[in-house]
């Protein structure tokens, strides 16, 4: 299994934003398997359905180590 990371979640501005559009998304910085760093942006919305959908299977979320939990 994957090694547990602490991650920020930043507001970033929505520069060329265009008719409908959100004013600003959340940007998170991940890695993947393949040792890859790709950014995401997000939308409010789409980050609480994720919320939402952690918190309806909380067994499915990787535990922190010691380690990680107390450098948070």
Not at 43 to 70: M, S
Request: hydrophobic share 35%; proline share 1%; with cysteine.
């Amino acid at each position: 299994m994957a090694k547990v990371k602490q991650g920020k979640v930043i507001t970033v501005t929505n520069k060329d934003r265009k008719f409908g559009a959100n004013e600003e998304y959340y940007a998170i910085w991940i890695e993947d398997n393949k040792k890859q760093e790709k950014c995401l942006l997000f939308t409010k919305h789409q980050l609480a359905v994720a919320q939402e959908r952690a918190r309806k299977n909380i067994e499915d979320i990787p535990k922190k180590g010691f380690w990680t939990n107390l450098f948070d």
